[in-house]
């Protein structure tokens, strides 16, 4: 899994719009589509304690990522549906193409982790993987063993991509950008927040995501290796080790599911990246038609009654 | 959740025309660039050693409150109207 890029793809997302979008999309469709997989499947990935006793899965990667269980919330097919629903809903592109084009980021970023994502669910139940790092969520070791495992390994490289990613078009973080293109394409969502927030509360808000992907990184990577002791194979350790290489790090039991080769992986996520991005560009105009028939339907539905 | 349409003009949270300018009595840059940098440092250093706070709720939360928080406190202090109050909008030039 991807722990602070999915904060930063938001932006990253956010940023780098096709033209005729810009200014359009709302920020918190972004937001709320890059969340919902992890929202839907994390919790239960590590469980709880209570009593003495653990309340979670049995096999987490099996329940994150895996058919049967909750793999199918890390799939483009679950994505397309819940966009479905918005749009069936609400019929407001800004929110629907928001929402895929967030829930696909975040689809597409965990293919790198040893268990990868069921790209091609419901026409396959074999999981994509780069196998770039490993998959460290196990019910022994928790949140803290897979924290230490991500950012002791290229998954911090990831982070740190992302990172520079967002830095290099810093201005989706400026107060003028959000002015002229975040909150004119939601401006409902921001009036209602600016009843109690005012103009500088709100601009923390839309940052306030990035905000947490950059002190978490830096929060979990500090104390990885700076704070922890770990014992490995019976020996302490000041700190978790650093293991840059591919599938790292070595101190983590690898674990995976019954996967395609990973050859054909990155060509396959950049080209659902194309498609995302080709069919969102493709249905955008026709969607403002959508919604204004949507509307005139419900304006006639009111008069009527 | 409807069709984005331009703001209204006196809604709350609607852009206004003061760019990046500050106006007179509001804070200035070096004051925000201090809360976000309180806010950065002490999260950090508090979450290092409480990993519940490196929650996706608690942190964003974290960051509003600090930067929209302690301002609307030092107001609350001095007896000043924390809400937003939204003028007319004015177009930009």
Known sequence: MSWAAHQFEVYAVEAHLPKKMVGQISWFAIFFGDFTPDFLAK??????????????ATKPYQWHRGWPGMGISHTLFFGILVTLGIWAWKHNRAWTIGFLLGFSAHVLTDVN???GTMLLFPFSTLNWSLHTWAYAATVKGGKYL???????????MMDLFWFFVVLGSWRVLSREFW?????PADPHAWSWLGQWLDDRGLLALYRSVFFYGVCRMIAWTTWAHLVARPIINGVRHNGYPFDLSWTGPWWVQRVSLPHVTPLIVLPMALILLGCVYFVANAIWERMESGSIRAIAWRNVRRNTR | MTEPSPPASSAPGSPSNSGNATKPGQPSK????LLYAGAAISYIALAIYNKWLLDWIVGPFWLVAWVWGLPALVKLVRRQPVRPRRGPYEAPQ
């Open chain 1, 179 to 183: 002015r002229t293109k975040v909150v």
């Open chain 1, 43 to 56: 919790f239960w990935v590590y469980g709880f304690n209570f009593r003495g006793r653990h309340y979670g």
């Open chain 2, 30 to 33: 070096l004051v925000d660039f």
């Open chain 1, 113 to 115: 982790d040893s268990i």
């Open chain 1, 146 to 156: 897979d924290a230490a495992s991500y950012f002791s390994s290229l998954g911090l």
